[in-house]
């Protein structure tokens, strides 16, 4: 069974840091990208970022480059946001996303809008909060 669990949500204030987590388990992670979404009340899903387990790319949106980066420690099958410098329009629910590597499908600019090359499989979600 795919499990993608997401952890280390919470309240920070604005300025803060945060690093979520996204623990992986019942597929063979070095064949997939992993994605990180989010959606704030009231706003449509955006793609923050992405990263290629096979080559380690990386992409961001425009909104996030700069404060967070996103790595992959393919031993423990676990990728990482750390966010820094949040502001209060970074909060939202953050999910992690992953999609086995074929044409059309994984981490690459286009895939942030078009969210179907990066969702084969989802989390549940963390909240992040921050506060002014």
């Known amino acids: 069974e795919v499990q993608l669990v997401e952890s280390g949500g919470g309240l920070v204030q604005a300025g803060g840091s945060l690093r979520l987590s996204c623990a992986a388990s019942?597929?063979?992670?070095?064949?997939?990208?992993i994605g990180w979404f989010r959606q704030a009340p009231g706003k449509e899903r955006e793609g923050v970022g992405c990263?290629?387990?096979?080559?380690?790319?990386?992409e961001y949106s425009d909104s996030v480059k700069g404060r967070f980066t996103i790595s992959s420690d393919n031993a423990k099958n676990t990728v990482y946001l750390q966010m820094n410098d949040l502001k209060v329009e970074d909060t939202a629910i953050y999910y992690c996303t992953a999609a086995w590597e074929r044409s059309g499908y994984g981490c690459f600019a286009e895939a942030l809008e078009d969210a179907d090359a990066l969702t084969d499989y989802w989390g549940r979600g963390s909240q992040v909060t921050v506060s002014a």
């Open positions: 019942g597929f063979t992670f070095n064949d997939y990208s």
């Open positions: 990263i290629s387990n096979s080559d380690f790319s990386t």
